[in-house]
């Protein structure tokens, strides 16, 4: 059975920092991705990383600020978030992808507010 779960979501400041969490375990995913979606927005892609961890791409919006790594021993995604900002409140899910299909988490609520 395939499982994901994400963790880590919360309440903060702007100027704050939260870790996310993603364990997702199974099957050996080629792709691991991590999705937001704000409130009454479209769900949007963040950051991606290779199985490998050797390929990462960042949304323009979180360059520099967003952190994605991989622990293959703990089967388990990680997004550093550093100087967060309102415009960053969502529900994040990881988004894991083997073969034609993906999975995801039940997703982490992340709110940045004064």
């Known amino acids: 059975q395939v499982q994901v779960v994400e963790s880590g979501g919360g309440l903060v400041q702007p100027g704050g920092s939260l870790r996310l969490s993603c364990a997702a375990s199974g099957l050996i995913f080629s792709r691991w991705n991590w999705y937001r979606q704000p409130p009454g927005k479209e769900r949007e892609l963040v950051a991606t990383?290779?199985?490998?961890?050797?390929?990462?791409h960042y949304a323009n919006s979180v360059k520099g600020r967003f952190t994605i790594s991989r622990d293959n021993a703990k089967n388990t995604m990680y997004l550093q978030m550093d100087s967060l900002k309102v415009e960053d409140t969502a529900v994040y899910y990881c988004n894991v992808i083997w073969n034609a299909l993906d999975y995801w988490g039940q997703g982490t609520q992340v709110t940045v507010s004064s």
């Open positions: 990383i290779s199985r490998t961890g050797d390929d990462i």
